[in-house]
């Protein structure tokens, strides 16, 4: 009996966690101050309400694997999105003031060619109400508001990405 009580806690866990796990949709973006990589001031509303198109943001940290693996596969097709949509990406690393030393080397090395901001003391992540990595937030350039948003990552997912774009893209002709 003992181990069928460790998966049905683990389990209870997972759904409770998945029951408060905030739904943003048609919220706008909190004002947060917070920084780029380098080290210039942003603020998260101000940007968003300034983005000429829509604004994919993703949280993820350097010791997430799933969140790499989903920026790695979004770097595949930024630049068809930003044609196509007009598409802003912001990669929002959640990493501490101990590892977030780590986040422009690894940037560097995979050559994301997209904005990445750093929120070491999860003042971003906090507002916008992210409890794990990677989750993801598309926000409608005309309102700044969220309009959809996806936690965690399979290997496909940005086809559910490109879906949302098109049917933002239908909305705003």
Known sequence: MKHLTSPFVLCLLLSTMALFSADLHGQAIPDVQIKDMESRAVSTAQHISE????????????WCSPCKRELNAYADYYREWQELFGLELIAVSVDDPRSV?????????????????????????????????????????????????????????????????????????
Request: proline fraction near 6%.
């Open 101 to 173: 030393s780590r986040v422009q080397p690894y940037v560097n090395s995979v050559g994301w060619d997209y904005s990445i901001w750093l929120d070491p003391n999860g003042e971003f992540k906090r507002a916008m109400q992210v409890i794990n990595v990677p989750h993801t937030f598309l926000v409608d350039p005309a309102t700044s508001e969220v309009i959809w948003q996806h936690n965690s990552y399979t290997d496909g997912d940005e086809d559910e990405v490109y879906e949302q774009l098109v049917i933002l893209a239908g909305e705003n002709d």
């Open 51 to 62: 983005a000429q198109g829509p604004v994919l943001i993703c949280f993820w940290a350097t």
